[in-house]
């Protein structure tokens, strides 16, 4: 499990020895808190863009609010066969 809240980076995985002749997909559970209305106008983050080294897999990808959902991403194959 990861989690951020406010960081400007947020999480990140680190994959090594990936074949490069493979082809890769991703799988997240994803969610935001329920905020108590009296805190709710400090927290604006609704949203998220997921990479793969510098490769878009999602881009202010609106989060579930309370439960979370799974959120499946093709990883292009440019982002494996760098040994990065």
């Known amino acids: 499990?990861?989690?951020?809240?406010?960081?400007?980076?947020?999480?990140?995985?680190?994959?090594?020895?990936?074949?490069?002749?493979?082809?890769?997909?991703?799988?997240?559970?994803?969610?935001?808190?329920r905020y108590a209305r009296r805190y709710a106008a400090r927290h604006h983050?609704?949203?998220?863009?997921?990479?793969?080294?510098?490769?878009?897999?999602?881009?202010n990808l609106e989060l579930p609010e309370y439960l979370a959902d799974f959120f499946e991403f093709d990883i292009p194959k440019a982002a494996t066969s760098d040994d990065v």
């Open 1 to 33: 499990m990861a989690f951020t809240t406010d960081e400007d980076h947020g999480v990140t995985f680190q994959y090594d020895n990936l074949d490069r002749a493979a082809e890769y997909r991703v799988r997240l559970a994803l969610v935001r808190p």
């Open 45 to 59: 983050e609704k949203s998220e863009s997921i990479y793969a080294d510098d490769y878009p897999l999602a881009e």
